[in-house]
């Protein structure tokens, strides 16, 4: 008889399967002194609980501490922490008022589930509102009532202090390291573009590569930009070596698509503008020769010059970028470029952006629908522990916000990841709490364990449930001196909490159980099909090449959120992750078509003949239909199609791509 091994399902492997990172190591030092020192200075004055609120607040800042660059430091830490004190402070006024509390906590469930709708900062934001909330409404804190949420909100100010230590020394620092990593993904695509023999998954992952640090860097830019647009001569310096970098990455597909080999010369000289951009040295004359501006930013003297000369499109395209590129950072005087085409885009006033957001929430029916969601969960655990004695029941409704936080992932694998990972902390909370004396003990043990949090976090959620179970427990330990009795009511809230938004937030809500990346691709292929008419249409020699840009990097941050999506979406259990899986080949292909799309404008603006009105509107009409298809249906089949454009047009590659995509996935009509 054949034995069967017994092995866990392919979902499960890939949720638990840790993320590859590099250890924060200035994350984990400010973890550790966060932490420990409010601790150590509580239990010095003789007031560990206050110590220990202090603590729960630094905590929260850790968890928000994930930033490089220090102005978003201030938004990512300071603003969630003033939820956070409104939060403690509702929960305080309504503790032991039963039904009261119950509602209460229920009504800001909901508020803080259409808050996480909004964006990274308000989701954060939203998240602390109701953790510290429910922490409110199910401890008893002590002093008075402004006390617990000044201490909590102390705690996470001394974060976000240490976080800002070296601002004046490094200030920009971070900006500067973003966009030169562009550089250097750039002469990596470059690269893999270039070799000429047609490797598909190598330029893939270095396209993919490009796009993740583009995002990264116009995230940064954008969010210094929103103060110091117009006026700061180095941000006016990063914003146009960011614009210089479009061309060589708009150049890359044209080497891809028709196997042009670019001289090593080229990528090699994109890492040295990448050095030069990230030490940020600027020349002090506009022109070459000795002691020019290319000599002080570490750069060949004669740079443009000495590069090959190039033959095809690709490479007449990279030269022209790099020329352009290096005459950006040589040029002494950066407020010249202030009037030079914004491919970044200005963004709106901060008041503008707020109502704005107001408004889209309020009006968002998928913001009511999560914030219905948890505000269900929540209520169900806030009246089951009202009517059932649990002993410190706030878990339950802990475990439910950490579970249904909709930008973390899968509901169900987040649920799985929440016990496991609860399991292997309370295995250490146990082993703290049976042999460490509280007292000054309590000091190191903190230290040690605030390192894990910032270190294991980017591994997994369920790495990062492990980290902060047993600091949670410790500290309220202090709070309430249970002693090892926390442990087990622990791991049945947990379970409890767990099972809850499984069921009401999970399996109740017939959307948990489909995909959005249908939705998401058609989405995109609707904005593919616009990009063509703007690449090709009536007047789109005319139409300013910053709008194509800035349209070109919508479509591809979409795709990388796609991509993003799928790799949630394959978490689910099946029929899910199944489904979720035969998205795959389709999100490749609008990939595909998005590059032969910029191949072929490439290839126009550098001398081959533009495409006819006819072949354009028979492009994005089969791209419409496409979209359209999607919205409709989950199951996809093949639907050949039919192109009437010449072979010799220049949109023959890009046909081919469209047909290729409705060959891999279309709608059965």
Not at 140 to 169: D, Y
Not at 409 to 432: C, P
């Amino acid at each position: 008889m054949r034995h069967r091994t017994l092995t866990p399902p392919d979902w499960l492997v890939r949720s638990l399967k840790p993320q590859p990172a590099p250890i924060p190591w200035a994350a984990v030092t400010r973890a550790a002194i966060g932490m420990s020192l409010p601790l150590a200075i509580g239990t010095a004055a003789g007031k560990p609980t206050y110590g220990a609120l202090a603590a729960m607040g630094a905590l929260s800042g850790v968890i928000g501490d994930t930033a490089d660059a220090y102005r978003m430091r201030i938004l990512n830490i300071a603003v969630p922490q003033l939820f956070g004190a409104l939060g403690v402070t509702l929960g305080a006024l309504v503790f032991g008022h039963g039904w009261t509390a119950v509602a209460a906590v229920t009504l800001v469930a909901l508020i803080s589930g259409m808050m996480s709708t909004i964006g990274a900062v308000a989701s954060v934001s939203g998240l602390l509102l109701l953790l510290n909330c429910v922490i409110g409404a199910g401890l008893p804190l002590p002093g008075e009532w402004w006390l617990a949420p000044a201490l909590m909100t102390g705690g996470g100010l001394l974060v976000l202090a240490l976080a800002l230590l070296a601002w004046p020394l490094r200030s920009g620092v971070p900006e500067r390291t973003a966009v030169a990593a562009t550089y250097r993904n750039a002469a990596a695509l470059l690269e893999a573009a270039g070799t000429g023999d047609g490797d598909d998954d190598a330029y893939d992952k270095a396209r993919a590569a490009v796009t993740a640090s583009l995002n990264q860097a116009y995230d940064l830019v954008l969010a210094r930009r929103t103060r110091d647009h117009g006026r700061s001569p180095d941000l006016v310096r990063l914003i146009a070596e960011l614009n210089a970098v479009t061309p060589v990455v708009e150049a890359a597909p044209v080497a891809h698509r028709y196997g042009e080999k670019l001289p090593p010369e080229l990528p090699a000289a994109m890492r040295e503008l990448a050095k030069a951009v990230e030490r940020g040295k600027r020349g002090p004359h506009g022109e070459k020769g000795e002691g020019s501006a290319y000599a002080d930013l570490g750069l060949p003297e004669e740079l443009p010059e000495d590069l090959p000369e190039p033959h095809g499109a690709a490479a007449r395209a990279v030269h022209h970028a790099l020329r352009h590129a290096a005459d950006t950072l040589a040029d002494p005087d950066p407020l010249t470029v202030v009037h030079a085409e914004d491919r970044l885009g200005r963004p709106a006033a901060l008041r503008v952006r707020a109502r704005r957001a107001t408004r889209n929430v309020i009006l968002s029916g998928a913001s009511w629908r999560y914030g219905l969601r948890l505000a269900l969960c929540i209520g169900i655990a806030q009246a089951l522990v009202s009517l059932i004695d649990v002993p410190r029941s706030y878990w339950v409704a802990l475990t439910i916000t950490f579970v249904l936080k909709p930008d973390f992932g899968s509901v169900f694998s987040r649920a799985v990841l929440r016990a496991l990972g609860t399991a292997v902390g309370l295995v250490v909370a146990a082993a703290v709490l049976s042999s460490v004396e509280r007292g000054w003990w309590d000091v190191p043990v903190v230290l040690v364990l605030a390192t894990l949090i910032p270190a294991l976090t980017p591994r997994g959620y369920g790495y990062q449930t492990a980290a902060i179970t047993p600091v949670i427990l410790l500290l309220s330990d202090v709070l309430n001196h249970q002693g090892f009795g926390l442990v087990v009511p622990r791991l049945v809230d947990s379970l409890i909490g767990c099972a809850i938004a499984l069921v009401a937030g999970y399996l109740l809500w017939p959307e948990s159980w489909h995909t959005r990346i249908g939705d998401r691709l058609a989405d995109a292929v609707s904005d593919t099909a616009r990009y063509v008419e703007c690449a090709f249409g009536p007047g789109s020699d005319a139409t300013a090449p910053a709008a194509r840009a800035r349209m070109r990097r919508r479509l591809y941050r979409d795709l990388s959120d796609i991509r993003t999506e799928f790799q949630r979406a394959l978490t689910e259990p099946p029929p899910t992750g199944a489904r979720a899986a035969a998205w795959w080949p389709l999100v490749v292909a609008v990939e595909r078509i998005v590059d032969a799309t910029t191949a072929a404008r490439v290839r126009v603006r550098h001398g081959a003949d533009p495409p006819g009105a006819g072949e354009v509107g028979e492009v994005s009409r089969q791209l419409r239909e496409l979209a359209e298809g999607l919205r409709e249906v989950e199951v996809l089949v093949p639907v050949p199609v039919e192109f009437t454009g010449t072979k010799g047009s220049v949109l023959e590659p890009l046909r081919q791509e469209v047909g290729a995509a409705r060959a891999v996935a279309s709608p059965r009509r």
